[in-house]
């Protein structure tokens, strides 16, 4: 059992200079170079260590233990894998029990994972894909390179903080990063709620192209009753209803049939 096992030289390594740090850093962008079924990110988890783990580990029985024990099964979120790096190499250069870094490096890898794409890939992704597109659609070229240049500023920042972060605290990160998750993710929820409203009223074009007449006098339904309401009722109110059917488990697929059926029927009578 890894718990049983005995460091050759339990003295605790020198600390990694921050040179040291960011050069792991950047092999931790390889992380899943080497992605498959078996162990997922193990071979690059390996990989991007294997610097610190070298310096840390100058006898090889110690050194072959601690890389074994890091071929294990592993799979977090590329972009907050860092930290858990930056933990796990702090344990390493004290020399802790190599059950508890096992256990460390398990009980992080998951969490981080969910966390990694609630903020990147449902909220940052959107909103810097949403901002880039906006210029794109009106024939700016700069479009594309907004987007790639303001969530990898975020990206990177996110990926060489952490490991700075978490080597320096160490296991204590752990309890300060829960600490600060939950005012990160109400205030991502909020900026990504903003920006998914911004979309509807621009993008999602529903309105009805109907003139109701009583007598003389003429009113338009959309301009006259639906506008006067609140603007953007209809995309705001279909939206919500494809969001529904999303959560009662009917398809993507199923659901842009559903628009185009309403755009075709809409069209046909000249209601929409």
Not at 110 to 128: E, K, N, Q, V
Not at 194 to 221: H, P, R
Request: charged letters at 15%; proline letters at 3%; a positive charge.
């Amino acid at each position: 059992m890894a718990s049983n096992y005995v460091y050759e030289d339990s003295h605790p390594a020198e600390e990694l200079s921050q040179k040291q740090i960011q050069k792991l850093a950047w092999r931790s962008l390889l992380l899943q170079a080497s992605f498959n079924y078996e162990r997922m990110q193990a071979a690059g988890w390996l990989y991007a260590l294997i610097p610190g783990l070298k310096l840390i580990h100058k006898n090889k029985k110690d050194l072959s233990k601690s890389m074994k024990d890091n071929m294990e099964f592993f799979n977090t979120h590329p972009f907050l894998v860092t930290f858990v790096m930056g933990i796990i190499l702090a344990m390493e250069q004290k020399k802790e029990d190599r059950e508890a870094i096992r256990g460390i490096k398990v009980a992080t890898m998951g969490p981080l994972g969910g966390i990694g794409d609630a903020l990147f890939y449902l909220t940052l992704l959107p909103i810097t894909a949403s901002i880039g597109a906006s210029l794109a659609v009106e024939g700016n070229i700069a479009g594309p390179i907004v987007f790639l240049i303001a969530f990898n500023i975020i990206h990177f920042g996110v990926r060489f903080g952490l490991m700075n972060y978490g080597y320096k605290m160490g296991v204590k990160a752990i309890s300060k990063l829960k600490e600060m998750m939950g005012y990160i993710s109400r205030s991502a929820s909020i900026v990504g709620l903003t920006v998914v409203g911004g979309l509807i009223a621009t993008y999602v074009g529903f309105e009805i192209d109907y003139i109701w007449k009583q007598g003389e006098s003429e009113m338009n339904v959309q301009t006259d009753i639906l506008d006067q309401i609140m603007p953007g009722l209809l995309p705001l109110i279909y939206t919500l209803l494809v969001y529904w059917l999303l959560k009662k488990g009917r398809s993507p697929i199923t659901l842009i049939g559903l628009t185009v059926v309403v755009g075709l029927i809409g069209s046909f009578f000249n209601i929409m």
